[in-house]
């Protein structure tokens, strides 16, 4: 089993590798409402642009991370060589025209409409929707609409303020930059290799459960059988699917 899914990926890999790359349309673990430009950056269609804004990232968190930087101060320096760097380029431009062409660099043109009224119209139309529907979903979770979705809401806010003891809210957007930059392209790449240990993985766990849940489901019937006469048809009533799950097995 072990060399089936060896030699597997290791097809996979040289078939990857020998492909020429290709635009990747849509990548699966990625949210739809995600613009064009951040998918197609995410997908790395570009390979270079990509490229430098992750190595970009994981050199702007490692410095948030260790200390080296606070947020603020690495702003300001990232600022600050901006624009050193733009003004020795525009200076030397000016400086050596004769030598680079009066094409090299070109002054800014300024008064034109960036934003007009149709720019924002358009957007507005598209935005809409989804915030009258963020607010109606907003509305669900304040009131309580749904009891299985508030319950859910719980657990993952228990499970954030955990989390909030482990690592710091930087650390956490910065695994949520990792996973976003490698998990789904690496999934578009590998997908059948993945998806077989995947399965062979689920197939596993399920022959392991199957008898832990049966002792479980036993021990529910000999509980409903010790509660008080008054409260069994409610508990059986509401415990009817696990029990007969029961007398199936």
Known sequence: MVQGVGSTISTGVVANSNSPLKKVEYLTWIPTWFPRKVHDLLAWNNVYLSTALFLAGNLLFLLL????????????????????????????????????????????SLGKPYITEEYISQQ??????????????????????????TLKLCLVAYI????????????????????????????HTFQEPVDHICSLTVTVAHEYWLPIQHQLQLRLQKLVDCCPQRIRPILSQHLQPLLEKTKTQ
């Open 124 to 149: 507005l139309d598209q935005l809409i929707p989804l915030l009258n529907k963020a607010i109606d979903e907003w509305k669900k979770i304040i009131f309580c609409t749904d009891n299985r979705r």
């Open 65 to 108: 991370l260790l200390d080296k930087f606070s947020l603020l101060s690495l702003v300001s320096y990232v600022a600050m060589l901006e624009l050193a760097l733009s003004f020795v380029f525009v200076k030397c431009s000016n400086l050596f025209v004769g030598f680079l062409g009066s094409d090299f660099y070109s002054p800014p």
């Open 160 to 187: 954030l303020a955990q989390l909030g003891h482990v690592m710091s809210f930087v650390s956490l957007v910065y695994l949520c930059f990792l996973y976003f930059f490698t998990v789904p392209i690496l999934y």
